[in-house]
């Protein structure tokens, strides 16, 4: 018998496709979570942002125009030459980066990756992605800045959740990198970002 | 080495006491915290006992299920009934890719299965890219804790450690400097592995994703990259839907770390597609049993229901006392001493169930209810039963059954005892007891009262 069959054999059950899928989704039902005012998404989300395990800065602009010059105020702040790895989303490729060193490969010590994410969630002050032909995963893990544009809001994770056929990879990010593996110290950047910059898109 | 042995080298370690206590002593504040936080916690909790039994009750549906999904999506699903099998199919694997190294992400389940040794034998280079994976692999060791497998080492031993191993070795002997040191080593080996081998959080069977949760970011790191991602699974980490898992994540960071949730939650669902600018060529996926069917069936199905968070050790009274490798299994702590008998047999390994107080913190603390201590209560029954507990254990008890069964017998031998202790302790203490030299070695008995508690009781003395 292979293995896929011995396995299986030992685990029969008696309840239909029907009754677990009823099952399934009566304990789904009134989930306990912690309360997110709908009235509050934007103060509940910026709260979050500024948690020591995610500790994010934030910036704000009007419309995808203004993107550029948010760019150049946070290089400014931190030092940083005007280089920029850049997905190629058309939403971004659209702005006007002139002044800027554009490339859309991440190096393995990029500095700096400016990335679209679908929606932010208030209960967790996370940014949720997905991989596709316009958004890789990499920069967004390999840049020591880590700047997220954050065009929408929802209240819980269960509304970032996507109904349907996933793409290959659908990520939340929490957050900076970061570690307490040694003597449960708290140290930013482990691998991936030491730095996270949320730039809210509108009003 | 024996249980005993591992134990007193370990409370004769100083290092390891303060080490154990800052790690699980923070996590343990940081939980208190999060979970006042959270006014509907423990309701949480009883959803997901909820969601992991009727996981469990039907998993055989489940798994078809999340294999049809995963296969859909491009994944290949392999199953393993033990560990040797499962390491195989791992090896064969990364064998068939011609490849020189893997980046392997922390996964106690491979830890279990040995994955870690069976890659060695057979010649394939292995870097862990969890921190504190990394450092256990440059010492030589394994896991301590199933979070923080590292928590054993202070600061100074990791510092010599990197400076023997990284090409460019930390200066400033600060723990910032030195993980940035790991970061600039790990970095290129993640880049240039050939595999990434992870386990999973979670296998969501209704899209076939399979979820890894870090704070490092390393899983992304170690899997994206490489042209061949290898999961390696146990069959229990199935829930029905991505909304399940988020019900699940709310508690496993909560109770492990303290946080909302982890840094990065990801959800891969097969290899890269048309037109992906990254992520692997091949991705498969190994079902391992190795033990779990069989625990389901005789009578460990609550264990099933574990999301490997760590809380029951980090407030575990003996494992604060003796730190993680004295329990010799793949999982320490509470958690460890209900399922290292399982997998290694009660023979072996019946000194855990009995290394417990049975003080219940462990299942107050346990995000989905495990009844740990009933479990290790149902170990030491079956100990008994197979008699398998030293024939010393064994006729004292029955001494002490055949007097206890004779009350009045039993009074006056209380009473006898008591006045010879009275006698050897004049002092206050006794410094040395007859058959309880497991006890006097390393503290001294307090001289008792002159009368038992029951002779003081019926005089009527109840203050």
Redesign the interface.
């Known amino acids: 018998m292979?293995?896929?069959a011995?396995?299986?054999a030992?685990?029969?059950?008696t309840?239909t496709?029907a009754a677990?899928e009823a099952?399934?989704a009566a304990?789904?039902r009134a989930?306990?979570?912690?309360?997110v005012d709908p009235a509050l998404l934007e103060e509940t989300f910026l709260a979050?942002l500024t948690?020591p395990?995610v500790a994010a800065t934030v910036d704000r602009i009007a419309t995808m125009a203004d993107l550029p010059a948010a760019i150049t105020r946070y290089c400014a702040d931190h030092g940083l030459p005007a280089t920029l790895c850049l997905?190629?989303d058309p939403r971004l490729t659209a702005c006007d980066w002139s002044g800027f060193a554009i490339h859309d490969?991440a190096a393995?010590d990029e500095a700096l990756a400016l990335a679209i994410a679908r929606v932010g969630v208030a209960?967790?002050g996370?940014l949720v992605f997905e991989?596709?032909?316009a958004a890789?995963?990499?920069p967004n893990?390999?840049a020591l800045h880590h700047i997220v544009l954050v065009p929408r809001l929802v209240a819980y994770?269960?509304d970032a959740?996507?109904p349907g056929?996933?793409?290959?990879?659908?990520?939340?990010?929490?957050?900076?990198?970061?570690?307490?593996?040694?003597?449960?110290?708290y140290?930013r950047?482990?691998?991936?970002?030491r730095f996270l910059h949320v730039i809210r898109l509108g009003d | 080495m024996s249980f005993d042995t591992r134990v007193a080298e370990a409370l004769a370690d100083r290092n390891l006491k303060l080490?154990v206590e800052?790690?699980a002593g923070?996590?343990e504040a940081k939980r208190t915290l999060a979970v006042d936080?959270?006014?509907?916690?423990d309701?949480?909790r009883d959803?997901a006992a909820?969601?992991k039994d009727?996981v469990v009750?039907?998993?055989?549906?489940y798994?078809?299920r999340f294999e049809a999904n995963a296969t859909a999506?491009g994944a290949q699903v392999h199953?393993?009934?033990t560990a040797q099998?499962a390491c195989d199919i791992v090896v064969g694997l990364c064998k068939a890719a011609g490849a020189k190294s893997v980046a392997r992400s922390k996964s106690m389940l491979g830890e279990e299965i040995g994955l870690p040794h069976a890659l060695a034998e057979a010649g394939i280079g292995r870097i862990e890219?969890?921190?504190?994976e990394h450092?256990i692999q440059l010492s030589g060791e394994r896991p301590s804790h199933i979070i923080?497998?590292?928590?054993h080492?202070?600061?100074e031993q990791?510092s010599a450690l990197f400076k023997a191993s990284h090409r460019v070795a930390h200066e400033e002997e600060t723990?910032?400097a030195?993980?940035?040191s790991?970061?600039r080593h790990?970095?290129?080996g993640?880049?240039a592995a050939d595999v990434g081998i992870s386990g999973a959080n979670f296998l969501v069977a209704d899209?076939?994703?399979v979820c890894t949760v870090t704070?490092?970011?390393?899983a992304?790191?170690s899997l994206?990259?490489p042209r061949m991602h290898i999961v390696t699974a146990g069959?229990e980490k199935i829930v029905?839907?991505?909304?399940?898992a988020?019900?699940l994540?709310?508690l496993l960071s909560r109770s492990a770390?303290g946080?909302?949730?982890?840094?990065?939650?990801?959800?891969?669902?097969?290899?890269?597609?048309a037109?992906?600018?990254?992520?692997p060529e091949e991705m498969h996926i190994v079902?391992v049993?190795n033990g779990r069917?069989a625990m389901?069936?005789d009578g460990l199905a609550e264990m099933l229901r574990c999301i490997r968070c760590g809380a029951c050790m980090n407030h575990c009274v003996v494992f604060r006392q003796i730190g993680g490798h004295a329990y010799g299994g793949t999982y320490p702590g509470p958690m460890g001493a209900v399922l290292t008998p399982a997998f290694d047999g009660l023979k072996q390994s019946r000194d855990l169930p009995n290394a417990c107080t049975l003080n219940g913190k462990c299942q107050e603390v346990c995000p989905v209810r495990i009844p740990l201590p009933t479990l290790l209560r149902g170990w030491r029954e079956k100990s008994w039963r197979e008699g398998l507990e030293p024939a010393s254990l064994r006729s004292g008890l029955g001494t002490w059954a055949w007097f206890a069964r004779r009350p009045r017998l039993y009074r006056a031998a209380t009473a006898a005892a008591l006045r010879a202790m009275r006698l050897m302790g004049r002092s206050g203490w006794l410094s040395r007891l007859p058959l309880a030299d497991g006890w006097t070695r390393y503290r001294d008995m307090p001289r008792p009262t002159e009368e038992s508690f029951m002779a003081q009781y019926k005089k009527g003395r109840r203050s």
């Open positions: 292979t293995a896929r011995d396995i299986l030992r685990l029969t059950g309840s496709q677990i099952e399934a304990l789904l989930p306990e979570r912690p309360p979050r948690l395990s997905p190629p490969t393995p209960e967790t996370s991989t596709g032909p890789p995963m990499l893990f390999l994770l269960e959740t996507l056929d996933y793409p290959r990879a659908h990520y939340w990010v929490t957050g900076v990198s970061g570690t307490t593996d040694i003597e449960g110290t140290v950047g482990a691998h991936g970002p | 080490a800052r790690t923070t996590a936080a959270f006014p509907d916690f309701a949480a959803r909820a969601i009727h009750a039907n998993l055989g549906h798994l078809e999506a199953w393993a009934r099998e890219t969890d921190l504190a450092i923080w497998p590292a928590m080492k202070t600061r990791v723990i910032a030195m993980a940035e790991a970061r790990l970095r290129e993640m880049l899209t076939g994703a704070n490092e970011g390393n992304e790191l994206v990259p069959i029905p839907s991505t909304d399940h988020v019900h994540l709310r770390t946080a909302p949730l982890s840094q990065y939650t990801t959800f891969y669902t097969g290899p890269k597609r037109g992906d600018r990254d992520g079902l049993d069917t389901r069936e």
